[in-house]
């Protein structure tokens, strides 16, 4: 039996409404993985460059990534189920009207809903440490393919409390589901170095490697740009876009070296509970969990005192200290 059979079987089980297309979409991932992993093989000796190759693979880090992204389907369909409760819950008590399913202008609605929530997510994760601390693991890779794509996160949980707007204003459930599902189908053809700049209003409107090149650098000209999923015009319109001017340096700016999946996932926890754990004051305590990465309580400085003065007039002042 084929993988796509033993989808389609799965598929069959579920409901009509749950049947995830990303499920769908795995196998023609790995297809493009492999048909990506090939040409670099074979390309790779015609680059002469300081560092990987454009487009390079390394096997362990390819394979942690595939495994990171497998492992993220079961916790990404967990995730899912509990936010269906709660989804199915808000839509039918509290949201004032209930949109058609059938209706094209729901489908723009949710679409376009989930992108531009996915943006606020996005960019909260990049600013916010303890929830950058489940984004970070999709950043940790120093190479920039396919196989990064599927680096993903393990816990949804910010993601699925950014939706709740969408079952309130009656879009639903299995809407919100399915669009976030396409958004994600979407982000897979970015990540690559092999797809140069597109025709310029696709550049101008859309999510594109150019621009998702950007964001994974961890170059200070690229930090903490383009969080846009399908469309780039969010970051155009709440200025956090940045055009690709020199080819980018991929991966954290504190590298994790390690390709313990385990470890990639939750060593930014453990970071944040020691400095939480050694920190005095509850500001800093609060600073090191809900501040930015990298966030650290201000230095200690200690003011100029002067020296007194002597009796004697003439006497020459102190020497300042620094």
Known sequence: MTVLAEIREFLDVLPPQMRD???????????LLIVEWSAARKLEHLEDADRAPAGAYQRRDAWA????????????????????????????????????????????????????LFYAYHRMAHRVRLVWAT?????????????????QKWNNSGEILLWVPLPLLGVPPWMVFASFSLNLIYQFWVHTERIDRLWRPIEFVFNTPSHHR??????????????????????????????????????LTKQVDTFNIWTLQTHEYAAIARDVR??????????????PPGWAPPATVQPDIPEPMTATR???PSPVRN
Request: hydrophobic share 50%; aromatic share 20%.
């Open 21 to 31: 297309p990303v499920l769908f979409a795995i196998p023609f991932f790995l297809l």
């Open 65 to 116: 990534s595939i495994s990171m992204g497998l492992v993220s389907v079961a916790t990404t369909g967990a995730w899912k189920f509990i936010a269906l409760l709660g989804y199915a819950a808000i839509y039918a008590y509290v949201a004032p009207w209930h949109l058609s399913s059938s209706a094209w202008y729901t489908w723009v609605i949710a679409i376009l809903g989930v992108d531009l």
């Open 135 to 151: 984004h970070q693991a999709h950043h940790s890779s120093r190479y920039f393919n396919f196989a990064t794509a599927l680096r």
């Open 214 to 251: 950007v964001h994974h650098g961890m170059d200070a000209e690229y930090l903490d740009k383009n969080y846009g999923g399908i469309l780039i015009l969010w970051d155009r319109l709440f200025g956090s876009y940045a055009d690709e001017t020199f080819r980018p340096h991929y991966g």
């Open 278 to 291: 050694r920190a005095t004051r509850w500001r800093h305590r609060f600073g090191y969990a809900f501040g």
């Open 314 to 316: 003439s006497a020459a």
